[in-house]
């Protein structure tokens, strides 16, 4: 039987009970919707080559089509998570999937310019800017905090997938059907999901209340609150958004550059560069489901407080890696570089979320993972744009890569050593007084 939100507010603390059937659904849905969101993202680099062909744009232009998606994504993701309050998830996830769709289609027509893809590309990133923290945030409906971090990472893994299957798969739409069908392929992968959603999608009974119910909820553990500037103060919460500000600049940097590198400086050709994307994702996927699954077993075992730290040493270890990545020509050590240890920074994007859930009220959960990402975001603006100038203002292509993976492995550094010092989220929790999240009767059954 499922719990409703009334039956968890009346039921009060109990023994965590592990997550049900629906529970998982959910998630594999969830999943699935971080799958198209990236393979939407990773569109632009893929026919990133033929684009800038056909329109004659060099790599900062380029670089400037790629920050379009950016420039309302942050703004989006921190206005929609206050609807959270407000709509329902199931209700914003939905509206999501379909305009998603909305703003890759009109790129099928053929006289849809450059000018096209800047406003399409706007769209798409104001559509997708709430994804991730609304995601979450439904998802953590659903699970107790203790069991938070391996369904997060699966979400996450629905990121890298997302890149995995689509580089491959549009790679090979772009070779037989050009870029633009490309676009098209992803706007009805879009259509698809939103049909399925439709259908199977839930609130968790872990969920707060929204509009009408949350003025009349009654007190307890789960209607807590605090201020938000407290918050956004936190050691947790700065060093989190910093980390996955770092991670979130090399994930855009592979998604924009990683093609166009691989094809003029690497030598390959689009068939090589599309499987050496989405290997370098299925690793992604690795990194961030292997963790999750270590981070649940030691919060189950009471182990898991130093976790969030050791991300920050992952970071530091990523840095190394993409700065190896940069300065090697053989690529015997090049290629396990970007299928391994430059993966690893990756986790701070889970870590950053699971962490940021703990030190914040449930009915405010989605306003600051909106501002969470609100804040990481803006990596994605800033790697296309500093990334193409340092390229294009290089003596050669070579050097301006070679100086623009330097600039990222820099980045990871810092940010990795600040998150080691800083990321605390059970000390932050306790001293703003922001309990663990209760289970309700009844959850192990649904």
């Excluded at 050009?178 to 706007?187: E, I, K, M, S, T």
């Excluded at 009408?212 to 918050?231: Q, T, Y």
């Excluded at 600040?418 to 929790?429: G, K, Q, T, V």
Aim: with cysteine; glycine share 12%.
């Amino acid at each position: 039987m499922e719990a409703t939100n009334a039956q968890v507010r009346e039921s009060g603390p109990v023994t965590a009970l592990p997550a049900g059937r629906q529970a998982w659904t959910t998630t594999w849905l969830l999943l699935a919707f971080m799958l198209v969101n990236f393979a939407d993202k990773a569109v632009l680099g893929l026919a990133g080559p033929e684009i800038m062909k056909e329109f004659g744009l060099d790599r900062q232009e380029f670089g400037t089509a790629q920050a379009a998606f950016f420039s309302l994504f942050s703004l989006s993701a921190l206005g929609v998570s206050f609807l959270t309050r407000r709509v329902r998830t199931s209700v914003l996830l939905l509206a999501m999937g379909l305009l998603w769709s909305v703003a890759q289609l009109p790129m099928l027509w053929a006289a849809a310019g450059f000018g096209t893809l800047i406003a399409t590309r706007v769209l798409l990133g104001f559509a997708e800017g709430p994804a991730a923290p609304v995601a979450v945030h439904h998802v953590h409906g659903w699970f107790v905090q203790r069991e938070r971090t391996l369904p997060t990472a699966i979400l996450m893994v629905g990121a890298a997938a997302g890149v995995a299957v689509a580089a491959p798969a549009l790679g090979a739409v772009i070779s037989h059907f050009g870029w633009r069908w490309a676009f098209g392929v992803a706007g009805i992968a879009g259509i698809l999901w939103a049909s399925v959603w439709t259908v199977k999608g839930k609130e968790g009974p872990l969920a707060p209340p929204v509009g009408r119910r949350a003025r009349i909820a009654d007190g307890g553990p789960r209607c807590v609150e605090v201020p938000l500037r407290s918050v956004f103060l936190s050691g947790t919460f700065i060093t989190a958004a910093l980390g996955a500000f770092g991670a979130y600049w090399v994930m855009s940097a592979q998604l924009t550059w990683l093609p166009d590198y691989l094809q003029t400086v690497v030598g390959w050709d689009l068939k090589q560069a599309s499987a050496a994307v989405g290997g370098g994702a299925v690793a992604n996927g690795v990194v961030f489901l292997a963790h999750g699954m270590l981070a649940r077993r030691a919060a189950l075992r009471g182990t898991g407080g130093k976790l969030p730290a050791g991300a920050g040493l992952l970071l530091m270890a990523s840095s190394v890696a993409v700065a190896w990545f940069a300065t090697v020509d053989a690529l015997w050590i090049k290629v396990p570089m970007m299928f391994g240890p430059m993966a690893l920074g990756m986790v701070m994007i889970t870590v950053a979320q699971t962490a940021i859930a703990r030190i914040t009220p449930p009915s405010q959960r989605g306003v600051v993972l909106g501002a969470l990402v609100a804040v990481f975001a803006l990596g994605g603006i800033a790697s296309p744009l500093i990334l193409g100038r340092t390229v294009d203002s290089a003596a050669s292509i070579a050097i301006g890569y070679h100086n623009a993976w330097l600039v990222t492995a820099t980045l990871l550094l810092v940010t990795g050593l600040l998150a080691a010092l800083f990321l605390r989220p059970e000390r932050d929790a306790r001293r703003l007084g922001v309990p663990e999240t209760p289970a309700p009767r009844g959850a192990a059954s649904q």
